[in-house]
């Protein structure tokens, strides 16, 4: 799976000529990793696209965690002081975890009304982002995945607040 997933995106980034590289992302924690590294373009001057690749580092509790991510930003406000540029933003992603244990729908033990977990997940954020003579940039985002706003909605005991994420990241425009 993972051989085809690779493929795919090889094949998607070498024969898809309108889709110039146009920036480095790194990105430190945010749910899609503890470290992430990506490429991203402006499409336009409110909305950008970025696709990531995650790595969570194996500890005592769990092996080693990869994640894939399409990034989707829209900026809603943006404010130009001489070289330098603040943009408020807010953003949706997708991410896709490989490996079994993700894969909960496969698991016959499980009980009826218990939430299908998936491999694939959805991410809402919001973002600040400062950027210098437009070519570097630091951002700061906040969010949560869909997991926690589904366990909020099903369950009372569950505070929102306890499960969003924050994530710092540098940007570089080519």
Known sequence: MRLL?????ASFLFTFKAFAYEQLVLQYAGDIGKYSLGY?????DYYR????????????LQNK??????KNNFSLWSYDYQQYQYTFYTGAALFHVPGNKYKTHEYSS????????SSIRGLVYIGHEM??????????????ND???????NNDSVDIQDH???ALGYNYRF
């Open 49 to 60: 696209i970025s696709f990531h690749y995650g790595y969570v580092p194996a500890n005592e």
């Open 164 to 166: 969003v994420s924050l």
């Open 5 to 9: 997933i690779y493929s795919a995106l």
């Open 131 to 144: 950027a210098y003579n437009k070519t570097n940039s630091i951002y700061l985002e906040s969010g949560i």
């Open 65 to 70: 965690i990869e994640t894939y991510t399409i």
């Open 40 to 44: 991203g373009k402006d499409l336009t």
């Open 147 to 153: 997991v926690w706003l589904i366990n909020a909605a």
């Open 110 to 117: 499980t009980p009826d009304n218990y939430y299908r977990q």
